[in-house]
């Protein structure tokens, strides 16, 4: 879309569409998953509001919109922490309040992105308050978040949230297969599996240890479910070797059991690890459907664990016990 690759161009159409009009906020929340393109979304809507043609903005053309495409538009301002620092703090708000008096360059507006809401420190988003409730009538302000909940409610409330949605099965499988067309054995699992956010399957794809783990994860998934004292040893030491893999060792296990759950309650057709559907079977046949919700909780209790920084190797006791 205006060589920008997003996925949502419905939801941008009516974006720009309003800037044509003359009508935009002056601060937006661009909410959704990285995966969806959502700072390529964020980067076509400043190309938008700086563009010198209104009426027909971005027009890719204008000078302005040439200098957005290749960000080096001197009107767009990206806003990034320190070399030497992770987070966008206090200092950094300061300074971009003092930035934002200057005038644009040679743009109708001027434009400041925040790439990533997750590194604003609250004390910046507290200094961040008196710029976004009395900008000048020339600035504008997009920040892309996956959670807008990361942000103070007080920034909230002064933005316009826009969130973006997973996509269709059907989109997900259509970018698979235009961009990764070596990929057709798996690609009903990929698109699956991506659960409507199509650049996860980049991450699949380029990680040669996925499939390992993926099927070492299924291989142990009955071990998770006998409560024999071997097996807990045994898995014990397969989350010792695997243990910075642990959060996804978890999710594998998740979506098994999720599968199995289905298979046993004759809704097969929703199942996301299809070429694992034999497997899945044999585990389906050996319990009944109140174990495998009862584990299903269990793992959802155990992702929360380790969200705490509870260990792998305590996680996975409280699990086969």
């Not at 941008?12 to 661009?30: D, E, P, S």
């Not at 708000?93 to 507006?109: C, G, H, I, N, Y």
């Not at 200094?127 to 976004?132: E, M, Q, S, Y």
């Not at 097969?268 to 070429?275: F, K, L, M, Y």
Request: proline share 4%; net charge negative; aromatic share 10%.
């Amino acid at each position: 879309m205006y060589g920008y690759d997003i996925f949502h161009e419905d939801l941008m159409n009516g974006l720009i569409n309003a800037v044509r009009g003359g009508v935009n906020a002056h601060a937006y929340i661009f909410e959704g998953d990285s995966g969806l393109n959502v700072e390529n979304a964020a980067r076509l809507f400043a190309a938008a509001l700086t563009c010198v043609n209104a009426e027909i903005a971005p027009c890719g053309s204008c000078p302005s919109c040439v200098e957005a495409k290749a960000d080096t538009n001197p009107d767009i301002i990206f806003s990034k922490p320190d070399r030497d620092r992770k987070t966008i703090g206090a200092k950094n708000m300061r300074a971009l309040e003092a930035d934002v008096s200057t005038k644009p360059f040679a743009a109708r507006r001027k434009v400041y992105v925040f790439t990533d809401a997750s590194i604003i420190t609250e004390e910046a988003q507290n200094a961040f308050l008196k710029t976004l409730e009395e900008p000048p009538e020339y600035a504008a302000f997009i920040i892309v978040t996956e959670n807008a909940d990361l942000l103070l409610e007080t920034i909230r409330s002064r933005c316009v949230i826009v969130h973006f949605p997973a996509v269709s099965e059907n989109e997900v499988r259509k970018y698979i297969s235009e961009k990764y067309p070596q990929e057709s054995d798996r690609l009903d699992f990929l698109a699956k599996y991506c659960a409507g956010i199509p650049k996860r399957a980049d991450d699949i794809i380029s990680d040669e240890s996925f499939e390992t783990l993926r099927k070492s994860a299924l291989d142990r998934l009955p071990m998770l479910l006998t409560r024999r004292g071997d097996d807990i040893f045994e898995l014990q030491s397969y989350v010792e070797e695997n243990k910075d893999d642990f959060a996804r060792i978890l999710g594998f296990w998740m979506s098994f059991l999720r599968d199995v759950l289905l298979l046993q309650t004759d809704a097969a057709s929703g199942i996301i690890n299809v070429d694992k559907r034999d497997a899945l079977r044999r585990i389906c046949a050996a319990y009944d459907p109140k174990k495998t919700v009862s584990m299903l909780d269990a793992l959802a209790t155990a992702q929360k664990m380790f969200a705490r920084y509870v260990s792998p190797k305590a996680v996975t006791y409280w699990l086969a016990l």
